[in-house]
């Protein structure tokens, strides 16, 4: 199992400084625009008095063709920014039932450039419309970001013509900005991996493979219509990311963050995400390559956590939806329909390392008390926006149930406690998740030398890396023979020289 204490080092030092690598460093602070205690109100104003027929017209027909609004935000006026309709389902669903509440897709700096709102440039509203409870994508967002690079999430209200439409998810972009935040850099290629396929109106859509890294041919044309790229360039490097997958797996860890991948998929079947690339729909994830040319996961669209509004489809009932196989790959219903899971989990390491964070999920991240507590503020403070709120698609009572338990309508929508209740007994429970790992403690570096106290394990490695992106760790063997600095044989202290030397910063987890 890996130890999850990631030690920053900077070489050569007498004595060795050491910190939890802390994530949460890079959000907001209180009062920035994703703070989840700061509850605004947003005023959009259009200078197209038909603009709801026109925006609708345009996400059939142009989908990215944007309109000039004016958006008010605590007293401060800012003139022409760029507004589209987003979404899909969440989309189609209201407005095939002309209820106008469709999710809102706003560029600050379209129409004038460098303009920013609170120091961001896009700002993508979500309609809640497959979530009674409103907080299933900042639930969630908070455990995925403990363990990735995700986006921040919060409440809001909109109003556009003078008139309340409702209470929405403000959703942080997945955009250079974002990537400039978590990698220092943004000149990389980015993808969102969803194709084009629509919700409403198929019989009039297009249609397209979804983004399940298969092997299509060496013609970049051919991922036109199953990945969005959203950078300068990248498909050379995208159909090299799936080319090696598919054919030269050995090296897969010379194009992506292996490790990274293994995090998304572990939280993806902890909260049971079913709208995900190793569960039940193959899209809502983007990729981006950073400067050490390995391609990094990044999770999108969370609000089909906790079982979501997938739970009343055909392929699920109530007693089985909990016991999704944490391995699911795809096989053998439909081989090779998911390459990545499929080869990765048939990996005997990866498969070690995936099992490992999906039990260092479930003991650091399920604490219902705490995600209660979190919720219960949230609703509070968006009580009275909610219960205003004509448009939504549930009811107040549905509003507060949904958190404890399954509701069902035409649809079934699982219960946030439910969900973790029943998921993590049948995961503590599943016979490889259930092995007692190795006991890792008292890492300490002294003089170069690492050591750990190491339990329940034949082997035991010491990984390491000088890269920027915590990525590309070498496996070092650690030793409890008695020599090569090991003090005693035998009495399950580990130790190791640091194999780099130099003022060299490197960070290093015992595996």
């Known amino acids: ?75 401060t006026v800012y003139d022409s920014v760029g507004v589209r309709y987003k979404g899909n389902s969440t989309f189609c669903l209201p407005n095939d039932d002309l209820n106008p509440k469709v999710p809102y897709n706003i560029d600050f700096n379209y129409f004038i450039d460098s303009q920013k709102v609170l120091g961001y440039k896009k700002m993508k509203l979500a309609n809640a419309w497959m979530d009674p409870t409103y907080v299933k994508q900042i639930v969630s967002s908070n455990i995925y970001r403990n363990y990735l690079p995700s986006g921040e999430s919060n409440l809001i209200k909109l109003y556009v013509q003078g008139n309340y439409l409702g209470l929405y998810i403000n959703d942080e972009s997945i955009n250079k900005q974002f990537i400039k935040k978590h990698f220092d850099e943004k000149s990389g290629p980015l993808f969102k991996c969803d194709n084009i396929d629509r919700f ?65 998929f572990a939280v993806n079947q902890v909260l049971l995400n079913l709208d995900c690339y190793n569960t039940y729909y193959i899209h809502n994830y983007y990729l981006y390559q950073t400067k050490d040319g390995l391609f990094q996961m990044i999770p999108w669209d969370l609000d089909n956590t906790f079982s979501g ?67 219960n503020q949230l609703q509070a403070l968006a009580h009275n926006a909610a219960d205003n709120d004509q448009w939504k698609g549930f009811t107040m009572a549905q509003y507060y149930s949904n958190v404890e338990s399954a509701i069902w309508t035409s649809w079934g929508f699982g219960g946030i406690m439910s969900t973790i209740d029943a998921r993590k007994q049948y995961l503590l429970s599943h016979p490889e998740i259930s092995q007692v790992p190795p006991l890792i403690s008292n890492v300490s570096v002294n003089n170069n030398l690492v050591e750990a106290n190491v339990f329940n394990s034949s082997s035991v490695d010491l990984m390491i890396t000088s890269s920027q992106y915590n990525s590309k760790f070498q496996s070092f063997a650690m030793n409890d023979d008695g020599i090569n600095g090991d003090l005693t044989p035998n009495d399950g202290i580990y130790s190791i020289q640091l194999p780099f030397v130099g003022n060299t910063n490197v960070k290093f987890y015992i595996r």
Not at 228 to 235: A, L, T, V
Request: hydrophobic residues 35%; contains cysteine.
């Open 1 to 75: 199992m890996k130890k999850l204490l990631l030690i920053l080092l900077c070489l050569p030092l007498i004595g060795f400084g050491q910190s939890l690598y802390n994530p949460q460093q890079l959000y907001d602070n209180p009062g920035g625009f994703f703070d989840e205690d700061s509850f605004r109100s947003i005023h959009l104003d259009f200078y197209n008095p038909n603009y709801h027929a026109y925006l609708v017209n345009a996400w059939f027909y142009n989908p990215d063709e944007r309109i000039p609004a004016i958006l008010t935000l605590n007293g």
């Open 200 to 264: 409403c109106d198929t019989a009039n859509a297009p249609s397209a493979y979804p983004p399940s890294l298969i092997y299509l041919g060496e013609d970049s044309s051919l991922y036109y219509n199953s990945y969005d790229m959203k950078s300068d360039n990248g498909w050379g490097e995208l159909v090299n990311l799936i080319t090696t997958l598919n054919y030269n797996f050995s090296q897969i860890d010379s194009v992506l963050n292996v490790d990274r991948t293994l995090w998304a």
């Open 309 to 375: 509004a997938i739970m009343g489809f055909d392929y699920f009932n109530q007693s089985n939806i909990y016991e999704y196989d944490p391995y699911h790959d795809g096989s053998p219903n439909s081989p090779g329909e998911r390459p990545l899971a499929e080869k990765l989990f048939n990996d005997p390491l990866y498969r070690k390392q995936y099992t490992a964070h999906m039990r260092t999920i479930i003991n650091e991240s399920l604490d219902t008390a705490v995600i209660r507590n979190q919720i």
